[in-house]
């Protein structure tokens, strides 16, 4: 069609690529981004318990993340509360 009728050969809506669906918000970001460092914090005390077998989790670490010592009952509970908020 060489360019003619561009409005038939143009896709619109969800068909489009770079149609955006809402997915991927600030808002979602954040959310997700607390929840991975939860999950993170969950792995580091459930290794410390012995509860697990095999490799750890790869990637990078979410922002936030901290290395806790959890021999240390006040660290432990620290992690602990991180997880639950």
Known sequence: MHG???SRN???GKKHPQY???AFTKESKKIAKKATLRLR?????GW???MFEGARTRGK???GFLQFDLN???QMCRAILMTLV
Do not use: N, T, W, Y
């Open 72 to 74: 240390d009952p006040e």
């Open 4 to 6: 003619a009728h561009k």
């Open 20 to 22: 955006k669906s809402g």
């Open 41 to 45: 914090v969950l792995e580091q005390i």
């Open 48 to 50: 410390h318990l012995k």
């Open 10 to 12: 143009v896709l619109h």
């Open 61 to 63: 670490r979410p922002d």
